[in-house]
Nanobody, 126 residues
Framework: QELLVESGGGLVQAGGSLRLSCTASGFKLDDWAIGWFRQAPGKKREGVSCISDRGGRTYYADSVKGRFTVSRDNAKNTVYLQMDNLKPEDTAIYSC???????????????????WGQGAQVTVSS
């Protein structure tokens, strides 16, 4: 069974940092671009970041540029999202997904992703 599992969420004060992990099982992660998306209560899902299959290209939403860094360790079958200088508006459930087209990653287009993880709650207090 192919799965993506997120971990590393939690509660942090504004200005703090968290690192999320997205670990794959049942398939090799290095064949796929992986994206991070988030959804806050009452809001639409928002693309946050994406990394290409070999890691050579990364993409970020304007709202997180300069604060978040996506990386991958294909030997560990894991993609990471390092989140620094967190703000209360970053509070959301963060999910990773597998991109099945060439369009999804550079455009952070959720409809091009599938095999979503269960999500990790990130809460930033002011």
């Amino acid at each position: 069974q192919e799965l993506l599992v997120e971990s590393g969420g939690g509660l942090v004060q504004a200005g703090g940092s968290l690192r999320l992990s997205c670990t794959a099982s049942g398939f090799k992660l290095d064949d796929w671009a992986i994206g991070w998306f988030r959804q806050a209560p009452g809001k639409k899902r928002e693309g946050v970041s994406c990394i290409s299959d070999r890691g050579g290209r990364t993409y970020y939403a304007d709202s997180v540029k300069g604060r978040f860094t996506v990386s991958r360790d294909n030997a560990k079958n894991t993609v990471y999202l390092q989140m620094d200088n967190l703000k209360p508006e970053d509070t959301a459930i963060y999910s990773c997904g597998r991109d099945y087209s060439d369009y999804g990653c550079p455009h952070l287009a959720a409809q091009s992703f599938h095999l979503w993880g269960q999500g990790a709650q990130v809460t930033v207090s002011s």
